[in-house]
């Protein structure tokens, strides 16, 4: 076999590894490393010595890298060749993987035992001279026929030196490796394959697989394995490395059976010593004491844990008795836990809960979880409730209609609706006495004041008040908590809540809710929500962690959203709707006068300076400098105004007073607001004033002054959802052509059908319109009709522009202009009926500001004039209610009362 392996083989050195003979494993290469080693079926495998060493190669270690490489010219010049072991192994490459981008996995198989005589540089790569050792065929049989000879007959051999007792005592070695691999619960299957290999393969290549196997086995072991060429030197190696290692595993089965022992002993201890204690602590507390001791004993000044003793016959549960083997912190969670007042179903847990924590030991994961959750049930409000004059469930209250009203109106201005329903809770509350809370939601714009409210109404009922961000919520853990299986457990945000609280009848905020992330693969919260939010199930709502059902039925609840398109329709349900519109410029100006200049003077030391803001100025901050539903960005404007005259303030006593003056001045202003005017200092602010410190205006208002009354032009009112009205022209023009129509203005679908619906409706309707001389006659058959939207920019959609394009086209065909302080809203059908839209106080309020003075609506949106419209708006603008489009355009073209356009009889309006 020696003649046919090549004498002189490609080098792949071998980093903290050594390959043996008929081993096979894998080397993960590089590709310009294995460039070269790839085109030959065998390679020698050379592990490498350390690189700082000086001595002979024999028994000496290798460098600790985790990865063979091939040696090129230029790892050549860097390290030296005399690294490289003396002896090496052939090895086979039985498969090349180049699957993975850039490198390469060579599959080995090991063939036998090689000596370095010389290294030669080859092409791009070093190459060695080898002289090959294995063992043959004839050397195994005759291992096998002297241990047959010697498991015979005793012959006068020496048993230390013979080759036949040296195998016999490597079988027996491997078949007590195989048992000890039983007793450390090792696969059955590898355990089959080991024996089966050990049975069928020679010696040789089951000492190469032991010394593989054995974690004992270090890498001088394995090195002088590799250079052992004689047979029974190799043996006695075997059974030397072996022996060391079963002597490891007899040694470590000693120790855990010896650790056993003493864990079963202290067991054994531990369980007797808390039967002792638990039989003593019966016979002391409960088990001798009369019945007519009990009401003694509950009262007296013997009663070293305060407990109370319920009698017998009302089958109720018994109080948590401490342990006297409990710490001091255990036994002030008992002490706690008996002050929480639960309920039996609690009792019941709690007990069983304490009895396991007590048998722990303090150290395991499980007593922390188990301290942890019953910290939290005793945190718990399971029966206090706030004494307060509102209190759900207290008939003694005396609900105070007036006081919560104050309290009402000092925080916020206007919002009627939600006030009204507030006060007519507590009137309910007044005369049952007993009520379950309302379960509010609160829409609106941003900056309305959804929020303070809810505080607001905490403060008028005196309860405490608890905010829950719902905002991206996309886990149900964070609604129901966590389960104590996993690591980290932690209770849901309505437990926490609760527990912050300390009462059961709290006022509870869920910000943001229509903010939750829902359908994720979290689990969905808004589902999770139905629970808490439905009355009929929340008084037993079950949390995770908490595990015990919990009471929230005296909870008030108010959810806040901005819009109601992302709530589902379940969570909708189980919740009462109260829209909040945004603030008129009259509202405006009250809220700013009233909070928000007194507010910002005070955080701006102000507030004694005198410094008044006019009328004027403040309208012109709100119309050129705001465009909001709310009052944010008016606060913050108003707020520049206090920073620019602090400003003012500083310089002009900088310039007009001493260094002890200015330091006087600063330490005046600093602590508190007790500055006073000086005669230099401008106290008012007026308009002129607003574009100094403010700047250019940042919005202009449309306005139809300045606009000419043309045909095809009709203003329409528009609404955004950030709660903002406005006015919107319409304009038509037409053009020779084929009848096309074209809409621009970035319109959405909704729009355009609109359009098409006006166009149809004009068609169908031309010869009474006037707009055709006979019937059968086409109309825009050889026009084309364009309308446009102005503010391209910003796309437009919603279904209430249908009146307005019906009436801007007919103005074009007739040649009859619409009235420039005329505007109208409202959806149409294809019959020529109007429809109820959304948004008419914003739409309204737009249009008084831009000197509309006529509208057109539905007759259906007559009923939110009357109820949302401020009276001084409604009685500034004269309403026109359309219940069909010929109520519109003879509102529309006979204005001026001069009868331009007739309709017949059959299509006379009922206005």
Not at 130 to 150: A, G, I, P, S
Not at 644 to 654: L, N, R, V
Not at 719 to 733: D, K, R, S, W
Not at 864 to 872: A, F, K, R, S
Request: glycine share 6%.
């Amino acid at each position: 076999m020696s003649l046919l392996l090549p004498e002189q083989l490609p080098i792949l050195p071998l980093y903290d590894k050594v390959l043996l003979p008929s081993i096979v494993t894998n080397f993960v290469l590089s590709d310009t490393e294995a460039n070269h080693l790839i085109k030959h079926d065998l390679i020698v495998c050379i592990p490498l010595k350390k690189k700082n060493n000086n001595s002979n190669s024999r028994g000496d270690g290798i460098n600790t890298i985790t990865s063979a490489t091939a040696i090129t010219a230029a790892d050549a010049l860097n390290d030296d060749l005399s690294r490289l072991y003396h002896f090496g192994c052939t090895a086979e490459i039985l498969k090349v993987d180049q699957s993975l981008p850039g490198t390469t996995v060579l599959h080995v198989q090991g063939l036998c035992r090689s000596r370095i005589l010389d290294i030669i540089y080859e092409g791009a790569c070093f190459e060695a001279v080898l002289k090959h050792y294995f063992f043959t065929e004839e050397d195994e049989q005759e291992n096998e026929e002297d241990q047959d000879e010697f498991t015979l007959s005793n012959d006068n051999k020496n048993k230390n030196d013979g080759l036949a007792y040296q195998a016999t005592q490597f079988r027996i070695l491997c078949k007590e490796y195989i048992t000890r691999m039983q007793e450390f619960s090792v696969s059955d299957v590898i355990l089959l394959q080991l024996t089966k290999s050990m049975s069928r393969q020679p010696l040789s290549s089951i000492i190469s697989l032991l010394f593989c196997l054995t974690e004992s086995t270090t890498l001088n072991d394995k090195l002088r394995a590799l250079e052992t060429v004689h047979f029974q030197k190799l043996l006695e190696l075997g059974n030397q490395v072996v022996s060391c290692h079963l002597q490891c595993l007899r040694k470590s089965t000693e120790m855990q059976q010896t650790l056993e022992q003493t864990l079963d002993k202290h067991r054994r201890e531990f369980y007797l010593r808390h039967q002792f204690h638990s039989i003593e602590r019966n016979q002391n507390n409960h088990s001798f004491v009369l019945p007519q001791q009990s009401t003694r004993l509950s009262t007296g000044k013997n009663n070293r844990y305060n407990i109370t003793f319920k009698n017998i016959n009302n089958n109720a549960i018994d109080i948590i008795a401490p342990s006297n083997e409990d710490d001091e912190e255990l036994a002030d969670l008992v002490n706690q836990l008996n002050k929480a007042n639960l309920p039996p179903y609690a009792k019941s847990v709690v007990i069983r809960d304490l009895k396991r924590l007590r048998k722990l030991m303090p150290s395991t994961p499980e007593s922390g979880i188990l301290r942890s959750y019953l910290e939290l049930v005793a945190a718990l409000p399971w029966q206090q409730q706030q004494q307060e004059s509102t209190s759900i469930g207290n008939p003694h209250a005396d609900v105070s209609i007036a006081v919560a009203q104050k309290h009402l109106d000092a925080d916020h201005y206007g919002l009627e609706q939600v006030k009204r329903r507030i006060l007519e809770y507590l009137s309910v509350i007044k005369v049952k006495k007993d009520l379950s809370p309302p379960i509010l939601c609160l829409v609106g714009p941003p900056g309305v004041g959804k929020t303070t409210l809810a505080r607001s109404i905490a403060t008028a009922l005196n309860r405490k008040f608890y905010r829950m961000s719902l905002g991206s919520i996309r886990d149900e853990a964070e609604i129901r908590g966590h389960r104590r299986t996993y690591v980290a457990a932690m209770p849901g945000l309505l437990i926490n809540g609760m527990r912050k609280c300390g009462v059961k009848n709290p006022v509870i905020l869920l910000d943001e809710i229509d903010k939750m992330v829902q359908n994720s693969h979290q689990g969905d919260p808004a589902a999770a929500l139905l629970e808490v939010l439905d009355p009929s199930q929340n008084s037993t709502f079950m949390d995770h962690f908490l595990n015990i059902p919990f009471d929230l039925s005296q909870v008030l609840f108010i959810a806040t959203a901005n819009s109601m398109d992302t709530i589902s329709g379940p969570l909708l349900d189980r919740m009462e709707v109260v829209h909040l519109s945004g603030y008129t410029t009259d509202e405006k100006i009250h809220i700013a006068r009233s909070y928000l200049w007194p507010k910002q003077l005070e955080a701006h030391g102000l507030s004694k300076m005198g410094i008044e803001l006019s009328d004027s100025a403040l309208l012109y901050v709100i119309e050129h400098y705001t465009q909001e539903s709310g009052v944010r960005n008016l606060d913050r404007n108003i707020a520049s105004l206090c920073r620019y005259k602090c400003k003012e303030y500083a310089d002009m006593t900088e310039k007009t007073s001493k260094p002890k003056k200015i330091q006087h001045h600063l330490q005046m202003s600093s602590p508190s607001p007790n500055l006073t005017l000086s005669s230099n200092l401008k106290s008012n602010i007026d308009v002129d004033d607003i574009h100094t410190i403010l700047g250019a205006p940042r919005f202009e208002f449309d306005m139809v002054d300045g606009e000419e009354s043309l045909p095809g032009v009709v203003f329409g009112l528009a609404y955004a959802q950030g709660g903002l009205g406005g006015i919107l022209p319409i304009e038509v023009n037409q053009m020779p052509g084929r009848g096309r129509l074209t809409l621009t203005g970035s319109l959405g679908d909704v729009l355009k059908e609109s359009a098409y619906i006006a166009i149809s409706w004009i068609k169908s309707n031309a010869y009474v319109l006037g707009l055709t001389t006979s019937r059968k006659e086409e109309l825009l058959s050889d026009m084309d009709l364009h309308i446009h939207m102005p503010n391209g920019a910003l796309p437009k959609e919603g279904p209430s522009a249908g009146i307005t394009m019906v009436m801007a086209i007919v103005s074009l065909l007739s040649g009859k202009p619409v009235p420039k302080t005329t505007a109208m809203t409202g959806e149409i059908t294809l019959r020529g009926q109007i429809r109820a839209i959304g948004g008419v106080k914003e739409k309204v309020i737009s249009a008084h500001r831009a000197g509309v003075e006529r509208i057109l609506l539905p007759v259906t949106n007559q009923r939110d004039i009357l109820q949302d419209v401020p009276e001084n708006i409604r009685q500034s603008i004269k309403f026109v209610y359309c219940k069909s489009l010929w109520d519109a355009v003879e509102a529309c073209f006979d204005y001026d009362g001069l009868n331009t356009m007739k309709c017949s009889t059959r299509y006379a309006s009922h206005l």
